[in-house]
């Protein structure tokens, strides 16, 4: 299990490398080589003369909430600038405050080259955006490339609207005091009920891995009967990736309502 998740697009499911989503589209675009997270090493071994960029999220969300370690990141970065390559991070999972920061890559005191978002930058409504720098940015000049609703104005007054509310003093910080009261939360689940394996994330992106023989997905089934919103990702992980103005009080009711679909499993 490798758990990239890079997107549905063609050459994002190349990225992807998994055979379960690359399968109705093959066949797919070259060029794409999968190296183990967080093997440093595996990721050396594999640079060849060919190799132009390393691709990673810092923390795997489909993956199953696996965090990046500071060593692998970091190691990445220096690698790509001992070899010349570009660094581009995943972010659209991990960027826009869901990790406390801006960007997840802040984690790690690291720059790359080029980061992709999405998801919370139109705080539900769709738009993408890549951002480069240095040579990367010279790539690309406006007009190169565009879609039939890139840039719509709707799309971009929702992105404008995200970044001004995460720039209001002390938002982020409350990311962060969030994600640590849901953590906590969680870590307290985890010493009534011993078949959760691991408590883990950073901010507002935070999983729970279960045993493998717990039922995840019927989980997720009902937690949603209770009227949360969770999923069940990579390593059969209860993924917890909610909205960034959610309320403490929120947050105490879905401890509330786990605590009493997980006793239901004892
Ligand atoms: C890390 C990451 N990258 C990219 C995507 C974009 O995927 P899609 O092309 O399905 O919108 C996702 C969606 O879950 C994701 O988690």
């Known amino acids: 299990w490798q758990g990239f998740f890079h ?52 923390i795997q969300g489909e993956g199953g909430v696996i965090e990046g370690t500071q060593e692998y990141i970091k190691g990445l970065q220096d690698l790509c600038k001992e070899e010349k390559l570009l660094l581009v991070v995943d972010e659209v999972q991990t960027g826009i405050g869901r990790t ?24 539900g409504i769709p738009i993408g955006a890549v951002i480069s720098k240095g040579k990367a940015a010279d790539v690309f000049t406006p007009g190169s490339h565009g879609t039939t609703f890139g840039g719509n104005p709707l799309s971009c007054s929702a992105g404008l609207a995200v970044i001004q ?27 009534q009920f011993p078949f959760i394996k691991d408590v883990r994330g950073m901010g507002l992106i935070v999983g729970l891995e279960l045993d493998e023989k717990i039922p995840g997905k019927q989980i997720v089934g009902l937690a949603m009967e209770q009227g949360f919103i969770i999923n069940c990702a990579g390593n059969n992980t209860l993924r917890f990736v909610p909205p960034l103005i959610i309320k403490e009080e929120e947050i105490q009711k879905l401890l509330e309502a786990l605590h009493e679909i997980f006793s239901q499993l004892l």
């Open 7 to 58: 997107g549905r697009t063609l050459a994002t499911l190349a990225a992807t490398g998994q055979e379960k989503y690359q399968k109705p589209f093959l066949p797919m675009p070259e060029g794409f080589k999968y190296m183990p997270y967080n093997d440093l090493d595996a990721a050396k071994a594999s640079i060849t003369p060919e190799t132009a960029a390393i691709m990673v999220e810092v």
């Open 100 to 123: 406390g920061k801006w960007f997840g890559y802040e984690n790690y005191g690291i720059e790359p080259d080029i980061i992709t978002l999405a998801k919370g930058l139109g705080g």
């Open 165 to 191: 509310t995460l720039q209001e003093d002390g938002f982020l910080e409350k990311v962060v005091i969030n994600g640590q009261f849901l953590k906590k939360g969680l870590i307290k689940l985890q010493q």
